[in-house]
Nanobody
Framework: QVQLVESGGGLVQPRGSRRLSCAAS????????MGWYRQAPGKQRELVAA???????NYADSVKGRFTISRDNTKNTVYLQMNSLKPEDTAVYYC????????????????WGQGTQVTVSS
């Protein structure tokens, strides 16, 4: 019913920048919160940044001041602007969204993208 598709990952040098995008499509009624998670080898998945339907944001301490999450509700898309990247940011980044679709409304389901690899290396 709903799919999330991420794009923008790749190889970037330390101190460089990268922007990730995630577009939701399908039988969407309402998109509530959206967020980005990441998982590095040998580590658990962690929340990087989240944004509410109204635009309120929160970030992991490790990315505050460097990453910015935003959303374009007209495009059902969430972005993650990553600046001042560090090797420690290397991970698979996953998009997440809480969505009511045509079958679940007014209830919500949590959806995940396929993940996009971000590698920070010189």
């Amino acid at each position: 019913q709903v799919q999330l598709v991420e794009s923008g990952g790749g190889l970037v040098q330390p101190r460089g920048s990268r922007r990730l995008s995630c577009a939701a499509s399908g039988s969407i009624v309402t998109i509530y919160s959206m967020g980005w998670y990441r998982q590095a080898p040998g580590k658990q998945r962690e929340l990087v940044a989240a944004i509410t339907e109204g635009g309120s944001t929160n970030y992991a301490d490790s990315v505050k001041g460097r990453f910015t999450i935003s959303r374009d509700n007209t495009k059902n898309t969430v972005y993650l602007q990553m600046n001042s990247l560090k090797p420690e940011d290397t991970a698979v980044y996953y998009c997440n969204a809480d969505i009511s679709d045509s079958t679940t409304w007014p209830g919500r389901d949590s959806y995940w993208g396929q993940g996009t690899q971000v590698t920070v290396s010189s």
